[in-house]
């Protein structure tokens, strides 16, 4: 059973960084690229950010670009956000998930990822 899950959200001031974390089970990590998403209320689901298997390659949505960071760790299943430069509109609740495995990766696409993390909450005040 494939398992995503994620820590790091809270509460911080515009300007503020937070970095937060997925940590997946049962699933080869090092042969998954993940990706972030998030999700404010009465909106839809968007992407933030993805990586691919071997972190060399990184992608992110306009609106975080120079901001936020994603990396990984094979060694520990681990992939994280890095996000500095926190605006009141980066409010939502952030996901993380993990590709498909045998389909193309259409990294902006939520429907590209099978597997996903139960959520954490990240509010920023102005």
């Known amino acids: 059973q494939v398992q995503l899950v994620e820590s790091g959200g809270g509460l911080v001031q515009a300007g503020g960084s937070l970095r937060l974390s997925c940590t997946v089970s049962?699933?080869?990590?090092?042969?998954?690229?993940m990706g972030w998403f998030r999700q404010a209320p009465g909106t839809e689901r968007e992407f933030v950010a993805a990586?691919?298997?071997?972190?060399?390659?990184?992608y992110y949505s306009g609106s975080v670009k120079g901001r936020f960071t994603i990396s990984r760790d094979n060694a520990k299943s681990t992939v994280y956000l890095q996000m500095n430069s926190l605006k009141p509109e980066d409010t939502a609740v952030y996901y993380c998930?993990?590709?498909?495995?045998?389909?193309?990766?259409?990294?902006?696409?939520?429907?590209?990822?099978?597997?996903w993390g139960q959520g954490t909450q990240v509010t920023v005040s102005s």
């Open positions: 990586i691919n298997r071997n972190g060399v390659n990184t």
């Open positions: 998930a993990a590709k498909r495995p045998g389909s193309m990766w259409s990294y902006q696409q939520p429907t590209t990822y099978d597997n």
């Open positions: 049962g699933r080869t990590f090092s042969s998954t690229a």
